[in-house]
């Protein structure tokens, strides 16, 4: 089926019945409910050898017609506990999965690559090997999960996951992303290629926490290693800023539920080999339950009100993009796959422009040149997903099926060839486009100002508008009350659990939208919120790459918090919200030297959110925020405008912490529109006709578009 089969367009292209949308929701109780109870526990979780063939450069060849994955030739056999020692003694543990011979069950002759998982959800949990399915199957696990790949196991790979120390069997104490778990990767590289059956050659797999220690590993192993090629999905690029803190605001409900209901309870079950060594499982669960006192609970603290909430060398190491100049130089290609609305969704883009500009000899965390060549060695599927619905479905096993056969088989796919190395899921079309540069080659960028209404096209606080001329009054403003708290009406409120509600819908077989409309038109949060709006577009143009709102505005308190959302308004009103970004104001300093700036517009500022750099706002004053917009992109058809609505709270989602909370109460803020302090909106835009539209389905919308 095509994604617009599988998720129906929202109203903003066509109608649908009120009636049908409460059948499609009465589904939940019975397909659903039982793997949301799962899932809740674990949200956001969250044959031969290579062949020395080099891929082709941008344009140098033509690709083949077509590639089909083969058919499963093989069963599986399963090997469990497999002890894997560290150089420091340290005792890890692997569950084994290898292709079987089909009459007798035994293990398949041959050598095959290993596709190597290392994952701290141990490795037999649902999430682990039975999370992914297909959309309305009720979320059998049909396709594994986040470490354990049968349908790639089937088709000729050995699938080995280890449980991180720390973590499941695994001896040990657990520390996020520590020096020594970030050692222990090149180790259990050798150990992988070494496997019986193994022909010596490993690609790294997995998604979220198992798609971002790929990073570390692969540039540790250093050059000609086991190593040939990695996938990471739906892994951050700055976890600090991409995910924990994104505009300064703690990402609280995830979190503390990521960490206390979550892992610990994970890390506090006994190893499952107990039956086997009853001493030895007893010493492993001592070291973890002792974590809850030397990591679980004195991170939680310093999140919520210590020295975590700024950045600082304990974000060092989740700072993954430092690792891709490496990465590159070990010559080991890279497929990044990300979400629209993932909790990663900020960095995807960046990871992937990361790796075009190490091949290419740039600054890596800079943005790519307009024209610049690209290897199809790295590239990028963005997707229309939530963290939890990203890697479901049996394109996805296809697709990693293809990239693995690439460059573990030698095999000649379209992977290997062609210049268009950027595939990305279009909001507004609901197709797939081919480009190469990020930021997305052919826009431009383009200002709009906040300017006075009404606009006639929205029930908000002022009904403002966007303008693309500068205001030339010198005085006006929009009055807006802080709010402590943020109703559920916002595609954020998804987001940042990770997509619970599209993974449950997903299951059912229905749109997340028949299930919170407000996913598909949050006019019902503009009510409280300022809204500023275009004249409807004259022709299809397509709003692509990052955005920043600039406000100015007084507060009567000590602190503010702004969230800003960007919408796309269809004729009948509906509100269709494509990205959003958030600042608290005492974090409002802005770094230029990291910062982007296209054409002398800011597009992506850099908010250094340290300590010394932290700024109480005067009450009173003028002051400048400068909000970054999480990238997006979407056609906006002809009738249809922009929106950007401003609210001021995404608790309990994105919380301020510590003392902050009593420096924002009882707020209110004026948002300048003037000549003298003009707030403004700066996008990147394109004619639609400017991107070229894909021959091939990247994977369907799986519940969230």
Known sequence: MSPTTRCPRPSIYSSAGGAG???????????????????????????MPATAVEPTHAGSSSPPEAWNPEPARY?????????????????????????????????????????????????????????????GAGGDGRYGGDGYYPYLVQRGYINAIVEVRGTGSS??????????????????????????????????????????????TAAMVGPNSPVKVMAPVIGAYDAYRDVFYPGGLYVEAFFNAYFLGVRYPIDALPPSYVADDPIGAVETLLEHIASIGTFYAPTIARLEAGDLRYDG???????????????????????????????????QPRQYAAFQNAWAGRPADGPMAPNQKTTPRYQLIMGPWYHLVAFQGLRYQEIL???????????????????????????????????????YAGTQATTYYLDGGPSESAHSLNDGRLSLGAPTAPTGSDGIDYSPADPLCTRAAEQWTA????????????????????????????????????????????LAGPITATLYATSTAANTE?????????????????????????????????????????????????????????????ERYDIEIFPTFATIAPGHRLRLTITTSGNPFLAPVGLEPAALLGG??????????????????????????????????????
């Open 75 to 135: 069963g599986i056999v399963k090997e469990t506990n497999v002890p894997v020692t560290m150089s420091d003694g340290t005792v890890l543990r692997a569950d084994v999965y290898r292709p079987s011979d089909l009459q007798t069950g035994e293990p398949a002759g041959g050598l095959f690559p290993v596709l190597l998982a290392m994952t701290p959800y141990t490795k037999s949990s649902t999430t682990t090997t039975a999370y992914a399915s297909d959309y």
């Open 171 to 216: 001896a040990g104490a657990y520390d996020l992303f520590s020096d020594r778990e970030e050692a222990d990767g090149p180790e259990v590289v050798a150990w992988a290629a070494a496997l019986p059956g193994s022909n010596g050659d490993v690609g790294l797999i997995g998604a979220s926490y198992v798609g971002e220690n790929q990073y570390p």
């Open 313 to 347: 060398p304990f974000w060092d190491n989740t700072r993954f993009y430092k690792f891709i100049p490496k990465i590159v130089a070990n010559g080991i290609p890279a497929l990044v796959i990300g979400g629209h609305f993932d909790l990663h969704q900020r960095g």
């Open 499 to 542: 997509g619970i509600v599209a993974l449950g819908a997903f299951d059912a077989g229905v749109p997340a939208s028949a299930v919170n409309p407000c996913l598909a038109d949050d006019r019902p949060i503009q009510a409280r919120g300022l809204t500023y709006t275009t004249e409807p577009f004259t022709a299809p143009t397509t």
């Open 562 to 622: 702004f969230l800003a959302t960007v919408e796309n308004v269809a004729p009948d009103g509906t509100s269709y919200p494509l990205t959003s970004g958030q600042l608290l104001g005492s974090l409002r300093a802005v770094d230029s030297a990291r910062s982007w700036l296209i054409n002398g517009r800011l597009v992506v500022p850099f908010h250094p959110n340290t300590q010394a750099t932290e700024m109480p706002v005067p009450p009173g004053s003028v």
């Open 21 to 47: 949308a409460r059948s499609e929701a009465s589904m939940l109780s019975t397909n659903v409910l039982p793997r949301l109870r799962v899932i809740a526990v674990a949200i956001g979780l969250a044959v």
């Open 401 to 439: 099926l293809e990239w693995y056969d690439t460059w573990l088989k030698g095999r000649d796919t379209p992977f290997r060839h062609g210049k268009n190395t950027l595939h990305v899921f279009d909001l507004g079309t609901r197709t797939w486009v081919d480009t190469t540069a990020y930021p």
């Open 668 to 705: 209110h803020y004026e948002v300048q529109r003037n000549s003298v302090y003009a707030s403004q909106l700066n996008v990147l835009l394109a004619p639609a006709t400017g991107f070229l539209e894909s021959p091939r389905d990247y994977g369907e919308c799986n519940a969230a578009c």
